[in-house]
């Protein structure tokens, strides 16, 4: 049996499958970091003999999974659950942005000859670490906030709108703040729009081709935990410390 839960009578030590879920969310977040900084090429279609391809970073590949957990969280476990896994996830990619530039600034042995070849893993410009993480920041929360009140305003139903309102909301403003920080002064509006449609598009696109994986994952969460938690009463104050209500 599933029971309805407000946040206030919801309890993340209580659920069997949560911190699982958290920990494969972190997981999934540092690995997108580290392999964001390759170029890949994949093929399309051939078209009269020319094989023509989309190029994306790695972190494509993996990063809009986030997303999906992010629903997942919030659908099934309430806007706190979220947040909670959004602040560590926040933390973990931080340290790893951090010790990432320390340990490539420590000079290396003189008979280590991969110094090249970590810094290519590694190293990435202050600029896009404080880019990519605030725009993680204000698109996971813009995306769990937009989720948690469609759940209201339908009552539980139409999962559907949901994911894909969300995710239209959340990769929004994700998209356009890591544009805006990581290439504003240094690249046209033109290319800077370009950069913002061409990323919002695939992620979007990525999120609606997720949502029967998204329902099967949701559906039978709520059946093990046996909960439907719904943000009635709310505290939505991203910095608040629990899942406390107004």
Known sequence: MIRRL????ARLSSFRYYDLLVHVFVVILLISNLVGQKICAVPLFNFHGEL???K???????????????????????????????WLGFFA????????LFIVWIPAAPDWPNQAAFEAVFYTVPRFIVASLVAFWLGEFTNSYTLAKMKLWTDGKWLWTRTVGSTVAGQFVDTTVLVLI????????????????SGYVGK??????????????????????????YDRDTNFNPFARRQQVL
């Open 56 to 86: 994306i970073s790695g972190a494509q590949v993996l990063f809009p999974i986030t997303y999906i957990f992010g629903d997942i969280f919030t659908e099934v476990y309430g806007y706190g659950a979220s947040r909670r896994a959004i």
């Open 204 to 229: 979007v696109l990525y999120e609606a081709a997720a949502t029967p994986l998204t329902y099967l994952v949701v559906n039978k969460l709520k059946r093990a935990e046996g909960v439907d938690v």
């Open 182 to 197: 990581a290439f504003g002064g240094r690249e046209s509006w033109l290319t800077m729009l370009n950069l913002i449609i």
């Open 6 to 9: 407000t946040a206030r009578d």
């Open 93 to 100: 990619c931080t340290i790893l942005s951090l010790m990432g």
């Open 52 to 54: 023509w391809t989309a």
